[in-house]
């Protein structure tokens, strides 16, 4: 389905959701994403797409940047249209999302980014329906551009404020956007979650260890500090390999890291796996995933996924991670921009320090208690609810 809406702006009935209560039938959301990547963020958007239904919310998706979100989601009963916006100031595509929450009798607009804020908010005011926004990481530390990131602020408070609620994924994101001013009763901490993977613990240390890294691969991830500690630690452990699973922002920092790993002499220790929907898949051939992100993390899904599957996390010390991730017990904390501590972290692994398995236990324990997808899910609802007066 794409870009199809008509000339006049819509008034939706109010309490669309009271309409759909009395009829049976689902509420519908209507989620504005980007939708160019298919990362963390799109990740959680695909997965609520699959379990609102169960909770009485069908989703419906708007894509302002459409891109790799159609074609690697997994839950496809949900309907997705592509409006995409001409430019960062397209507020043309606000008055067409107001037409789609008109002809798609959506009760409510769940918006994922500041771009789709800005128009998600601008269809919901003039639908009348309420806003919710999804915080997803720090628009102020999100890249390393840092006229982006003062143009997503921007954007944040201009448009936030209208919001119903704000849904911030980690303690640290909420605190952050109550520093940005955003009123303290309206912005809901609603830990990342996903599935579960019917996988035992990692029992036995490798013979010849994988690090991992899954990503969408960009400067703030930290990925050059990861192969400057590679090079280290493959001075004491030579069985190590690294395998690195997504795709890159853009060629340029590709060449920047290919030629990196050949001065370091990693090439042939390195596997290129690019872009997957499986992750899952790819966590079966790796030991031990890094994240060495140097900032801009909200509660990185990478990071549960591993959990979920039993693999030990060696990660940046840098905003939500540490939600996740319980230092010496189901992983390791470092400090961001130093690859003498991670290439130090991946040793204490790698020789035993930590005992492997007992990592591996208390990840997955942590992960069902705290991180399903189930949660996720039942938190999200009762934002829902709660707004619309369910």
Same mark, same amino acid.
């Given at each position: ?15 669309? !959701? ?23 963020? +799109? ?93 997803? !990481? ?85 990925? +050059? ?10 001075? +004491? ?33 390195? +596997?290129? !796996? ?117």
């Amino acid at each position: 389905m794409t870009d199809a809406v008509l000339p006049r702006p819509p008034v939706l009935e109010p309490d669309a !959701s009271a309409a759909a209560r009395r009829t049976g039938k689902a509420v519908r959301v209507l989620h504005v994403i980007n939708g160019e990547h298919y990362s963390g963020a +799109e990740r959680v958007q695909d997965l609520l797409a699959g379990s609102l239904p169960e909770r009485g919310y069908e989703v419906t998706f708007a894509c302002v940047k459409p891109g790799r979100f159609a074609e690697a989601r997994q839950h496809r009963q949900a309907r997705l249209y592509e409006v995409p916006m001409r430019g960062r100031m397209d507020f043309r595509c606000g008055r067409k999302l107001a037409q789609l929450v008109h002809d798609e009798s959506i009760a409510l607009v769940h918006a994922h980014t500041p771009r789709s804020l800005m128009v998600g908010g601008q269809a919901a005011a003039i639908a009348r329906v309420p806003l919710i926004y999804h915080v997803h !990481s720090p628009a102020g530390r999100d890249s390393t551009r840092t006229l982006q990131n003062m143009i997503n602020v921007w954007l944040e408070r201009r448009t936030g404020h209208r919001a119903a609620r704000l849904i911030a994924v980690s303690p640290s994101v909420r605190r952050y956007m109550i520093e940005q001013g955003f009123l303290a009763s309206h912005v809901v901490c609603v830990p990342n979650g996903v599935p579960m993977i019917d996988v035992p613990p990692r029992v036995k240390t490798p013979a010849t260890w994988t690090l991992g890294m899954v990503a969408l691969f960009r400067p703030r991830k930290g990925l +050059e500090v990861l192969l400057e500690a590679l090079a280290q630690v493959r001075r +004491e452990t030579p069985d190590v390999r690294l395998r690195l699973v997504g795709p890159f922002e853009n060629p340029r920092y590709e060449a920047e890291i290919r030629l990196l790993a050949s001065k370091r002499r990693l090439t042939e220790h390195i +596997e290129w !796996s690019g872009f997957v929907t499986d992750v899952a898949r790819e966590l079966r051939q790796i030991d031990v995933l890094a994240l060495p992100s140097l900032f801009g993390e909200g509660l990185p899904m990478v990071v549960l996924e591993a959990m979920a599957a039993g693999v030990p996390v060696i990660a940046s010390e840098v905003e939500g991670v540490p939600e996740a991730v319980c230092h010496g017990e189901s992983g390791l904390l470092v400090k961001p921009g130093t690859p003498v501590a991670l290439a130090a972290a991946i040793n204490q692994v790698l020789t035993g320090h930590f005992d492997y398995a007992a990592l591996s236990r208390a990840a997955q324990l942590r992960h069902a208690e705290f991180f399903s997808a189930d949660v996720l899910a039942g938190r999200v609802a009762e934002v829902y609810d709660h707004v619309l007066g369910r």
